[in-house]
Every structure is written in structure tokens, then in C-alpha cells.
């Protein structure tokens, strides 16, 4: 009896009126961050330091906040690649977004079950990565760039070994074409594991028939954005564990 | 009638203000929908809205928020504007003055400055949000583009403000910013295959962005105008663009 009661009263139609529902909430909001924003103005000013001097650099010279994550991955990259190519791909890996990932559920509410490893992806993406890159570089980073804690004095003169080596040295390679193979090699197979491995990971989570929904281009697109985001974490690997500079070098460029 | 009673009727039955607001304040269905169909500000939304899309724990808030941090930034940057002077020469010097010696000039950069900082914030919140809810599935993927520019263009309105106060902090944090527009492939002179494109300090994609070989009075004016006119003209028409497609597909949420 009751559940036929439910089952008549079920919206058709769950709509309100915007006035005054959505514009009250608005303007109460925006009132409320509007006073905190004139609080926070009034109590604390905008820095504003000795007039510009192009011959003085300071040291550290750091790009504005919100940059630090990409200044942090020239630690590990050079700039065309740490600077430009990956800075292009994280806006067009977020723009594809919305077409390589078609999974019906989870449009317009909340959950975490039906799209675990979409949020999953993100997370690592915007809050492992980037996040934690710009906090690197905004608190652990002093004078040349090297690591300090934050309540550690910035010493200048802070000595740090320079034993980085490149991959194909470090692995033994001596002559400059079989460094280089051995370079183009490790390159290719990391791409081709990578998307392998990508392969088999949708094959067990999304089940068989995956290659025929999503098709052989959205596939691709996602395999490769995914391993490029992850070369950032495996080169960091690679530095901090092997001392590793470079995987290869050539001429033009190095990666 | 009591007089105020008198006085109040004659002028919202008066002509003038007959023309101005169309209709009066009955709390009627109708009436609340003209409210919002009648109104250039308030028909960016819809009439109305599905009841679980208006909970702040659905929206967090975050894109109406990153747009009031642009409103308020670009009423406070007008009020900067009028006592700042692009010119190598003057613009720190009229910093100081606009700390100092100018009417609430210190607040207007404080709000400003700290505005545009939550703004970055704001977006990226909203951006995560949008990502948590699905909200750019199907069919709104074409709007999640037009955020995702619309992101692109709030760090670059931040970034290129960040050089106008021309001190130290300002020169320093933009030159290391745009030290990779030098490092571009094929378009700036320390990039991979520079040599092939010609592409010297004073010729390529960043001499392009500063206006000469290194920072100097010509970016100040660049970034001045990419900063006041450019991009916020940019984003505007972008904006228009993200609220009309939200209001035409609707705010997203689960199918009934």
C-alpha cells in the first residue's frame, strides 16, 4: 500500500523555480566569500618587493604558484619537453576527456564504485602529480633549486654532488651509437609494455568485448596519454633511485 | 489608503516605472519564472532547475564562485587601472603611490591580487568537481573543452598580471615562466631543431611574447594589454559561451 503511494508520488518533473531556490543560495554564497575576500584584503597585503632590477637574479627565482609544478618537472625533464610538450598534453589530455572516457554510469551524481578507475586516473593526474609537484616547489625548494625542508635555513652554498649519469652509461654502454640503440630501444619498449600492459589492465576491468565499444583510436589515444603521464612518475623513479640524468641523448634533444 | 500607501502606488502604477520592471513581486509560479526570463543578468539561468543540482554538496559552488572571483576582479582591476601606467618609467612607482597615497588603493590590490588567486583555486575546484560528478558526460563534452580554455585562460590572466607591479618578485617569477616559450621545439632558439627555423634570441617564440630579447618595457605594455583587454575579452565571449551551453543542456544529474 504504501510502496503503491511512493510509486504514484514519483516525480515526473523534480524541478524548482530558480527564483528564488537557486538565486537565494547564489547571492547568500557569493555575499559570504565576498565579506571573507574584503576580511582577508584588509588583514593581509599583496607583496610588493624592491623595484624590478634586471641585473640582480634572486636565487631561487620562482614562477608564480600556480607554475611551481611545471618549474619542478624541469628537475627531471628538459624545458621543451618539461615546459612545452607536457604542458600541451595535459591540456589535451583534458580536453579528450570527455571522449575517451564513455562510460554511461556516473553521468550527473556522485559515485566512486562504477567509475573507480576513471577518478582513480584524475587523482593521480591532478592531485599526486600536479599537487604535489607545485608543494614541492613552493616549500622544499631554495637557493639553486636544491631541496630544503621548510623550517631549514636556505644555505647558498649548500653543497650537492653531481652524480647523475644517463641511462646507457649506467647500464654499461660506452660508445656513443650503442648508447644511443640501447636509448631509442628502452624508449620503444616502455611504450610498447606500456600499452600492452594498458591492454590487459582495461581487458580485466572492463571486461572482453572493451576494444569493440571504445574502438582502436580511443584506445590508442588513451594508452598513450597514460603511459606519457606515467613517464613523469618513472623518470622520477629513475632520478631518485639510479641517479639517472637523461635516458637518451643525442644531439637535438635529450629526455 | 494611508499617504505612504498613496505615494507607493502612484509611482509603480506610473508610466516610468511601468516601463522599467515589467511585472511586480507576487509570489506566483508564473511570476517566479519572469523573474528569471525577464532579466538579462538572470536568465543565464534557466527557469528552472532540477532540485538536487541546486544543494551547495553538488556544485560545492565552485563555478559560480570562479566567476564572482572574475567580477571582482575586474571591478577592482578598473579601479587599479585608473592610477597604474604601463611605462617601464612609472608603473613601481605608481604601485607605491596606489598603496599609499590613493583612497582604499591598498585594498583594491589586496582584493585583487588574492581575488585572482581564488579564482585559480575556485577553478580547479570546479574543474574536480565536474570530473566527480560525470557532469561532462554526454551531452556536455563540449563544454568540459570550453572549461578546460577557460582554465588555460585564468592562469594566463593570473600570469600575465603577475609582471604589471614591475618589482622584483614580478620580473623574476615571469622570466622563469616564460623561459620555456625559449625551450619551445622548432620555435624558440635553446628548443630541438632550432637551427632548422632560424630561430635566434631576439627571433623567436619568446622575443615574440616579451616584445624583444628579454624582459623590458615592451612586455610590461604587452602583458598590460594581454592582461586589461585581451584575455578577459577572450574569456568572456568563452564564458558566455559555458553558461548558454549549461542552460541549453540543463545541470546535469541522474536520470529520473
Excluded at chain 2, 539561468?45 to 544543494?55: D, F, G, N
Excluded at chain 2, 591580487?113 to 554526454?138: C, D, E, N, Q
Aim: positive net charge; contains cysteine; charged residues 15%.
Amino acid at each position: 500500500m504504501a510502496e503503491a503511494a511512493r510509486e504514484k508520488k514519483l516525480p515526473v518533473d523534480d524541478k524548482v523555480h530558480t527564483w528564488p531556490h537557486l538565486v537565494r543560495m547564489e547571492f547568500l554564497v557569493a555575499l559570504f566569500v565576498l565579506v571573507a575576500l574584503v576580511l582577508w584584503a584588509l588583514m593581509v597585503d599583496a607583496p610588493l618587493e624592491e623595484a624590478a632590477n634586471p641585473t640582480r637574479t634572486p636565487n631561487p627565482s620562482k614562477a608564480p604558484w600556480y607554475f611551481l609544478g611545471l618549474q619542478e618537472m624541469l628537475v627531471y625533464f628538459d624545458p621543451w619537453h618539461a615546459g612545452v610538450v607536457l604542458p600541451s598534453l595535459i591540456i589535451v589530455g583534458l580536453m579528450v576527456i570527455p571522449y575517451i572516457d564513455i562510460n554511461p554510469r556516473g553521468n550527473g551524481y556522485y559515485c566512486f564504485k562504477d567509475r573507480k578507475w576513471e577518478i582513480l586516473t584524475f587523482f593521480l593526474g591532478f592531485h599526486v602529480l600536479w599537487i604535489t609537484m607545485i608543494i614541492i616547489g613552493t616549500f622544499f625548494r631554495g637557493p639553486g633549486w636544491n631541496l630544503f625542508w621548510p623550517w631549514q635555513r636556505w644555505d647558498p652554498h649548500k653543497v650537492v654532488a653531481l652524480t647523475n649519469v644517463d641511462l646507457p652509461y649506467l647500464v654499461g654502454f660506452r660508445d656513443y651509437w650503442l648508447s644511443a640503440a640501447f636509448s631509442l630501444m628502452a624508449i620503444g619498449a616502455y611504450f610498447v609494455l606500456g600499452m600492452i600492459g594498458f591492454y590487459l589492465f582495461v581487458l580485466k576491468v572492463k571486461g572482453k568485448d572493451f576494444l569493440e565499444r571504445w574502438g582502436m583510436v580511443r584506445f590508442t589515444i588513451a594508452g598513450l596519454l597514460l603511459v606519457l603521464m606515467m613517464a613523469l612518475p618513472v623518470k622520477m623513479f629513475l632520478r631518485l633511485a639510479f641517479n639517472v640524468k637523461y635516458v637518451l641523448v643525442t644531439p637535438w634533444i635529450n629526455i | 489608503m494611508s499617504l505612504f500607501d498613496k505615494i507607493k502606488n502612484d509611482i509603480v502604477e506610473s508610466h516610468v516605472w511601468k516601463s522599467i520592471f515589467r511585472h511586480g513581486y507576487d509570489d506566483t509560479p508564473r511570476n517566479r519564472v519572469m523573474m528569471v526570463t525577464s532579466n538579462v543578468f538572470l536568465h543565464l539561468h534557466p527557469a528552472k532547475v532540477r532540485r538536487h543540482a541546486v544543494r551547495m554538496r553538488f556544485t560545492w559552488c565552485m563555478g559560480g564562485l570562479t566567476f564572482l572571483m572574475f567580477l571582482i576582479t575586474a571591478v577592482t582591476g578598473i579601479y587599479l587601472m585608473f592610477y597604474y601606467r604601463p611605462v617601464a618609467e612609472y608603473a613601481y612607482a605608481d604601485m607605491k603611490y596606489l598603496e599609499f597615497d590613493m583612497p582604499f588603493g591598498m585594498l583594491m590590490r589586496n582584493m585583487h591580487r588574492w581575488a585572482a588567486h581564488a579564482m585559480i583555486v575556485f577553478v580547479w575546484l570546479h574543474m574536480f568537481r565536474v570530473f566527480l560528478t560525470g557532469s561532462y558526460k554526454p551531452p556536455r563534452e563540449f563544454n568540459w573543452i570550453v572549461g578546460v580554455l577557460l582554465l588555460v585562460l585564468t592562469l594566463l590572466l593570473s600570469f600575465t598580471g603577475y609582471l604589471l607591479p614591475w618589482d622584483q618578485l614580478a620580473i623574476w617569477a615571469v622570466t622563469v615562466g616564460s623561459n620555456m616559450a625559449r625551450a619551445t621545439p622548432l620555435l624558440g632558439y635553446e628548443g630541438p631543431f632550432a637551427d632548422f627555423v632560424g630561430a635566434n634570441p631576439i627571433y623567436d617564440a619568446r622575443a615574440f611574447l616579451f616584445g624583444g630579447g628579454e624582459i623590458g618595457p615592451h612586455t610590461l605594455l604587452r602583458f598590460y594589454i594581454l592582461h586589461c583587454i585581451f584575455i578577459p575579452l577572450v574569456a568572456s565571449i568563452l564564458m558566455a559561451v559555458h553558461f548558454w551551453r549549461i542552460r541549453r543542456d540543463g545541470f546535469s544529474g541522474p536520470s529520473l
